[in-house]
């Protein structure tokens, strides 16, 4: 258990529509950060955040979004969703924020149907 | 651009020895992580280099050289647990803490 815990575990909705993606970090960690895992893409970087600030951003589709709020948990948002948006969907928290060690939490499943 | 590779899959005998390379190719490399995924799991951490070298941690150890831009994960005493993805991760200067990851190397330790 790496102390990052994900809501929900999975979550099965209908194309066209948004879903919230929660994260947890680790007590301590002031940064968080967001990957996408599809079977043929790998480990794909969404975004991270510091302190409720934006740090770091991947190729993260214009539908979704994410911000972090003051107790430093963190919302993904998913709209508009498309079939190809099924995935893993993995929050990490570390400390700093820079090259210190990331800990994933369980991840959320998405699947698109 | 940037570029990580890694074999797709390899196979390995319990109680053998084996080696995972990753070689990469990035602007503004800063750092080289391994981690460890189960099917449906989490990635959780194994090792961290930014220096050239050899880094030992109990049966697994990692080594970097940064002018070849090739690391390469050593696993010893391979146990059937060991049966995993393992994913090598570039950190990159100047982007926060972002890490792009290779594909993996799905590993499978036969009896």
């Known amino acids: 258990d790496s102390g990052v815990t994900q809501t929900p575990k999975h979550l099965i909705t209908a194309t066209g529509q948004r879903v919230t993606l929660r994260c947890s970090p680790r007590?301590?960690?002031?940064?968080v950060y967001w990957y996408q895992q599809s079977l043929d893409q790998g480990l794909q970087f969404l975004i991270q955040y510091y302190n409720g600030e934006e740090r770091a951003k991947g190729n993260i589709l214009e539908r979704f979004s994410a911000q972090q709020f003051p107790d430093l948990h963190s919302e993904l948002n998913l709209s508009s969703l498309e079939l190809g948006d099924s995935a893993l969907y993995f929050c990490?928290?570390?400390?700093?924020?820079?090259?210190?060690?990331?800990?994933f939490g369980p991840g959320t499943r998405l699947t698109v149907l | 651009g940037q570029n990580i590779d890694q074999p797709t899959e390899m196979t390995a005998t319990e109680g053998a020895i084996v080696q995972i390379n990753c070689t990469y190719q990035?602007?503004?490399?800063?750092?080289l992580f391994w981690y460890q995924q189960h099917a449906g799991e989490a990635p959780t951490f194994l090792s961290y280099?930014?220096?050239?070298g050899l880094e030992e941690k109990g049966r697994f150890s990692s080594f970097l050289s940064r002018s070849k831009g090739y690391s390469y994960l050593l696993l010893k005493e391979l146990q059937m647990k060991d049966s995993a993805s393992y994913l090598c991760?570039?950190?990159?200067?100047?982007?926060?803490?972002?890490?792009?990851f290779g594909q993996g190397t799905e590993l499978s330790v036969k009896p």
């Open positions: 007590s301590g960690d002031l940064s």
């Open positions: 990035t602007s503004g490399f800063n750092g």
């Open positions: 990490a928290s570390s400390v700093s924020g820079d090259t210190d060690t990331q800990y």
């Open positions: 280099n930014v220096l050239d």
């Open positions: 991760a570039v950190h990159t200067y100047n982007q926060g803490g972002k890490l792009i």
